[in-house]
């Protein structure tokens, strides 16, 4: 059967549902944010929230929202990414553009794969952010699995500093049972304990809440699921950092759109540009940051 691509609704949200076989995606125009991705009746790949709302202005729980032009909170960022803000209201986390509508420029299936190519011409629709900056997130589902690239081009003529995240969620049987492999011997912060800088010394395995920013990466990375008889493998391009997530049982209790017990089931490994890895864009500079996500049974 080949791919096709249809136009839905969500509650308040435009959407559309990319197919290719049997495997499914469904990305939001607001945020261009991938909300679900699925190969046949097996559990998703990619996780949305069982509680999640689809309104428009809040940004949507699990997918894989887009962190720009800065990941988490403002002030933890570098100072150059922290100077390109000069708006009168406190900086959103996770930057400006995961809760207004993008244009849909382009959308395309064949026999082989079915791509969407959203945009957020960054200067004229973020409040505090004033720099010339075309943002292009395209979005392909082929026989391989789910390709994102997000392209930000600097049409001004001065530098700008920036910092960003695919933020994806990935469905899992049990934290407690998964591994993520490619970490051992990487060095990392520690966000919950005062940020102190470590290395990781084997496949990183879950025993409460992490919140982990991974440095000088390799280009893949591999989600081990024992539970599910299946590996996620995260393959990258214009990164050398992730952010590991997963919010345990206490912090779970406090999220909006989270189920008490959703913790479980959900893990955050984001392909990002954060802290010594943040993007300096040069005038008329371009920069991509991609993954690709793909299953094998192990």
Same mark, same amino acid.
């Given at each position: ?14 959407c ?18 991938v ?8 559990t998703p ?20 929202p ?15 990414v ?27 299936s064949?026999?082989?794969?079915a791509?969407?190519?959203f945009c957020?011409?960054a200067d ?12 292009n997130l395209?979005?392909r589902l082929?026989?391989k ?16 500093a ?11 049987? !049990?934290?407690? $049972?998964v591994?993520v492999?490619?970490? @051992?011997? =990487?060095p990392?912060? *520690? +966000?919950? !304990?005062?940020? $102190?800088?470590r290395?990781?010394?084997? @496949?990183l =395995?879950?025993?409460? *809440? +992490?919140d982990?920013?991974y ?7 591999s989600? =081990? ?14 990164s050398r ?10 912090k ?8 008490d017990?959703a ?10 540009n954060?802290?010594g ?5 040069g005038?008329?500079?371009?920069h991509t ?7 094998e049974?192990?």
């Open positions: 059967m080949p791919a096709d691509i249809q136009r839905i609704e969500m509650d308040q949200l435009a559309w549902r990319l197919r290719n076989g049997d495997a499914e995606v469904i990305v939001a125009e607001q945020g261009a944010q909300l679900s991705y699925r190969q046949g009746e097996a790949i990619i996780w949305l929230s069982e509680e999640a709302a689809f309104e428009k202005g809040q940004a949507v729980r699990g997918g894989v887009v962190c720009w032009p800065w990941f988490g909170d403002l002030a933890r960022n570098p100072q150059a922290q100077e390109a803000y000069l708006g009168n209201q406190p900086a959103p986390a996770h930057g400006l553009v995961r809760s207004i509508d993008w244009v849909l420029q382009d959308s395309r064949d026999a082989d794969s791509s969407l190519e957020c011409n004229r629709t973020l409040p505090g952010w004033p720099h010339a900056v075309e943002l395209q979005i082929d026989r699995g789910l390709h994102l690239s997000l392209t930000s081009h600097n049409q001004g003529d001065a530098p700008v920036l910092s960003q995240a695919l933020h994806s969620y990935f469905a899992i049987s !049990d934290i407690r $049972q591994a492999e490619g970490l @051992d011997g =990487r990392y912060i *520690e +966000t919950l !304990d005062d940020w $102190q800088q290395l990781q010394q084997s @496949d =395995r879950f025993s409460g *809440e +992490t982990r920013i440095l000088d990466l390799p280009a893949t990375l989600l =081990r699921d024992p539970g599910l008889n299946r590996r996620i493998t995260i393959e990258t391009r214009g950092s992730a952010v590991l997530w997963n919010p345990w049982i206490a779970a209790q406090r999220l909006s759109q989270f189920a017990d913790w479980q089931r959900m893990l955050c490994i984001e392909t990002a954060v802290l890895d943040m993007v300096r864009l005038a008329g500079a371009s940051l991609s993954v690709s996500i793909g299953v049974a192990l």
